[in-house]
C-alpha cells in the first residue's frame, strides 16, 4: 500500500539531503526544552521543601534565557550556527554541574538562584536554528516549508512526551539526576548539530544601511505579548500539575500527564500538517489559540490524576498546530536577514512567559492549593486569547508579508 496522499508531504521533506542528520541531533539537543523546568523544580523542591523556591528560581533562569536567546539567534544569523553551537553546548553542561553542586553544597539561597539562572541561560535555541535550516532548504516551495514545520512541531512535542517521563523516572533514583540528564542531553546534542555543516544555513551578510531587526515589525511584537501570555499559562500549568500529582496521586505520575498533553498535541501535528489549508494564518493562528486556552478551562474541577491524564490527551490536541501557525507567521512577516532572530524572539517571550507562571503558580499553589494554581492559569490563557484578538490586523498583515514581497 502507498502512503496516505496527507502523509506524503512528510515524507518529501526527507528526501532533502542531509536532512536525517541534523534532525537527529536535533531530537536529542532539544530535549531540554522539554526536561529543564521539571528537573529544576524536582531538584530544587527536594532540597528547600518549597515549591515558591522552586518556581522562583525557575523563573530567574528563565528571565535569563529570554535575555539570552534573542542574541544568539542574531549571532546563528551573521557568523553561523555552528559557531554559536559548539562553545554555547560546552557552557550549558558545565552549568548544570555547577547547579547541583549549589544544591548539594547546601549554601546560600542566593547560590541557587544564580546557578540556576546561567543554566537555563545557555539552554540551546535547538528548535529556532532546526526551522532556520529547514527554512533555508526549503527555499520558495511553500508546501516544503509547511510540511517541515509541522513535522518540528511534532518532533517537539514527541520530546515533550519522552523528556517529562524521563524526568520523572530518572528523579526517582536521585532528585539531581533529572538536571544531570538534561545538562548532558544539551551539551550532546549541540555539538552533534553544529557538526552538520552540509545543511548550516549561510551566514547572512547585510545591506550597506545594515538591514531592519526583526522587532521592527509590528505583528512580532504582538506575537511576543501573546506568546508571553501562553507561556504563563503553560508554565502555571506544569507546576500546578505537579503539585496536583503530589496532593491526589504521586509526584512521578506528573510525568505521565504532560506526556498525555504532549502525545495529545503530537497527533494534532501530524493532522495539522496533513491537510491543505484555505484558512489565513492569522487565523488559523487565534483559532487554535482560542482552542487551546478552552481546553485548560476545566482544570480546577478535575476529581484526581487518573481523570486529569485522560482529559489532557484530548486538551492537547491543538497546542501544536497553535505553534506551527505561530512559527510560520513568522516566516512569512520576518525579513529574511533575521529569520533566526524573529524566532529566537518568541523564545524570548516563551522565557519571560514562564517566569511570570511558575512563579505565580509556585506562590499560589503554596498558599491555596494546586487547584487555584490552575484558576490562574486560565486567567494567563485569556490574558493571551484577548491580545491576539486586539491585534489580529497586525497578524494579517504578517500573514501576507513574504506573499507581497515576492511579488
Keep these: 500500500m502507498g502512503v496516505p496522499a496527507g502523509l506524503r508531504a512528510y515524507r518529501e521533506i526527507f528526501r532533502i539531503p542531509g536532512a536525517g542528520g541534523f534532525v537527529s541531533a536535533s531530537l536529542v539537543g532539544r530535549l531540554p526544552a522539554a526536561m529543564l523546568s521539571l528537573a529544576t523544580v524536582f531538584l530544587v523542591e527536594a532540597e528547600t521543601g518549597s515549591y515558591a523556591t522552586a518556581g522562583a528560581v525557575a523563573s530567574a533562569g528563565a528571565l535569563c534565557y529570554a535575555f539570552v536567546v534573542p542574541r544568539l539567534g542574531r549571532a546563528a544569523d551573521r557568523i553561523g550556527q555552528r559557531r554559536v553551537l559548539r562553545p554555547l553546548g560546552l557552557a550549558f553542561g558545565a552549568l548544570g554541574g555547577l547547579l547541583l553542586l549549589a544544591a548539594w553544597l547546601d549554601g546560600p539561597r542566593w547560590t541557587l538562584y544564580a546557578a540556576g539562572a546561567a543554566f537555563m541561560a545557555?539552554?540551546?535555541?535547538?528548535?529556532?536554528?532546526?526551522?532556520?535550516?529547514?527554512?533555508?532548504?526549503?527555499?520558495?516551495?511553500?508546501?516544503?516549508?509547511?510540511?517541515?514545520?509541522?513535522?518540528?512541531?511534532?518532533?517537539?512535542?514527541?520530546?515533550?512526551?519522552?523528556?517529562?517521563l524521563v524526568v520523572s523516572a530518572v528523579v526517582l533514583l536521585h532528585p539531581g539526576a533529572g538536571v544531570a540528564a538534561v545538562a548532558l542531553a544539551g551539551a550532546v546534542g549541540s555539538l552533534l548539530l553544529a557538526a552538520q555543516r552540509r545543511t548550516e544555513p549561510p551566514v547572512i551578510t547585510l545591506p550597506a544601511g545594515g538591514g531592519g531587526g526583526a522587532l521592527r515589525v509590528h505583528g512580532l511584537r504582538l506575537m511576543c505579548a501573546v506568546?508571553?501570555?501562553?507561556?504563563?499559562?503553560?508554565?502555571?500549568?506544569?507546576?500546578?500539575?505537579?503539585?496536583?500529582?503530589?496532593?491526589?496521586?504521586?509526584?512521578?505520575?506528573s510525568g505521565g500527564v504532560m506526556a498525555a498533553y504532549a502525545l495529545g498535541s503530537g497527533v494534532g501535528g501530524l493532522w495539522y500538517g496533513a491537510r491543505q489549508w484555505r484558512l489565513t494564518l492569522d487565523r488559523r493562528f487565534l483559532l487554535t489559540l482560542a482552542a487551546v486556552v478552552v481546553g485548560v478551562a476545566?482544570?480546577?474541577?478535575?476529581?484526581?490524576?487518573?481523570?486529569?491524564?485522560?482529559?489532557?490527551l484530548f486538551s492537547g490536541f491543538l497546542i501544536a498546530p497553535m505553534i506551527i501557525a505561530g512559527y510560520s507567521l513568522v516566516r512569512q512577516g520576518v525579513p529574511p536577514t533575521a529569520l533566526t532572530e524573529g524566532m529566537t524572539w518568541l523564545s524570548t517571550a516563551i522565557g519571560v512567559g514562564k517566569a511570570v507562571g511558575v512563579l505565580?503558580?509556585?506562590?499560589?499553589?503554596?498558599?491555596?492549593?494546586?487547584?487555584?494554581?490552575?484558576?490562574?492559569?486560565?486567567?494567563?490563557?485569556?490574558?493571551?486569547l484577548l491580545v491576539g484578538a486586539l491585534g489580529a490586523r497586525h497578524l494579517r498583515v504578517m500573514a501576507v508579508t513574504r506573499i507581497v514581497r515576492a511579488a
Design 298 to 312: 476545566p482544570l480546577w474541577a478535575m476529581p484526581g490524576v487518573t481523570a486529569l491524564l485522560v482529559y489532557s
Design 122 to 164: 545557555t539552554m540551546p535555541p535547538v528548535g529556532a536554528l532546526v526551522r532556520a535550516r529547514w527554512s533555508h532548504l526549503a527555499g520558495s516551495d511553500a508546501s516544503l516549508v509547511a510540511s517541515s514545520y509541522s513535522f518540528e512541531s511534532v518532533a517537539d512535542e514527541l520530546i515533550f512526551v519522552i523528556g517529562p
Design 360 to 384: 505565580g503558580a509556585g506562590v499560589v499553589v503554596d498558599a491555596y492549593g494546586p487547584r487555584w494554581g490552575y484558576v490562574l492559569t486560565l486567567a494567563c490563557g485569556c490574558a493571551a
Design 227 to 253: 506568546y508571553v501570555c501562553m507561556a504563563a499559562m503553560m508554565a502555571g500549568w506544569e507546576l500546578s500539575t505537579i503539585a496536583f500529582a503530589d496532593a491526589y496521586g504521586s509526584p512521578w505520575m
